[in-house]
């Protein structure tokens, strides 16, 4: 009976490891990257200020983001966004940004008792630029779908302020999920990830 157990319990334990909300293995550095960027909502975008008396300097804002559904993202950050919105007219002048996102914002973090600013409270910063996605492209409608299933208010967002959508084409990935300092993963290995 104690042995039939045992192997119900390592079963269920082999089960949630490979569970969509359970974070990959630190070492798997890709993987935590991709983890992260799926599961996050939202992203702190930094981008050069193009208005006084910030001119030059970084400025960064708050931005709803999706990569598509929890548990099958794309690893592609979609965004939503006006040319009325004093980032995004930083952007028409250097598209150059980072991105970042952190488990903080999830349930993680909390029951682990992290600290948002603990390297176990894994986060990520992308860089590279952010662009237009193109109107009545196929990628318009995958960015449609990843951002107005996550975020349905945005279907109610006043037709007059000229919405479009945008990602980043990532240049650089950093991840901080462990002790020992950041790592950085290429675009092209951070692609070929499987999150989950």
């Excluded at 082999?14 to 890709?30: F, N």
């Excluded at 993680?108 to 910063?125: E, K, M, N, W």
Aim: net charge negative; charged share 15%; hydrophobic share 45%.
């Amino acid at each position: 009976m104690a042995l039939r157990l045992a192997a119900l319990l390592l079963l269920l334990l082999l089960l949630l490891g490979s569970a969509p909300g359970r974070i990959p293995p630190h070492d798997e550095v890709a993987r935590v990257a991709r983890f992260v960027v799926n599961q996050c909502d939202w992203a702190s975008m930094a981008t050069i200020a193009t208005r006084a008396p910030v001119v030059g300097q970084p400025f960064s804002n708050a931005f709803s983001t999706s990569d598509g559904a929890v548990g099958s993202g794309s690893g592609v950050p979609y965004m939503y966004l006006t040319r009325l919105e004093i980032s995004v007219q930083d952007l028409q002048v250097n598209p150059q940004a980072s991105l970042s996102m952190s488990l903080a914002q999830t349930d993680f973090c909390r029951q682990q008792g992290y600290d948002p600013q603990s390297p176990l409270c894994a986060h990520v910063i992308l860089s590279g630029s952010v662009v237009e996605v193109q109107n009545g492209t196929l990628e318009a409608d995958v960015a449609k779908k990843a951002l107005f299933s996550r975020h349905p208010e945005m279907m109610d967002w006043p037709a007059d302020h000229d919405w479009f959508f945008a990602k980043m084409n990532i240049t650089q990935v950093w991840v901080l999920d462990y002790f020992g300092g950041v790592k950085t993963v290429t675009p092209d290995d951070y692609f070929k990830a499987p999150p989950y």
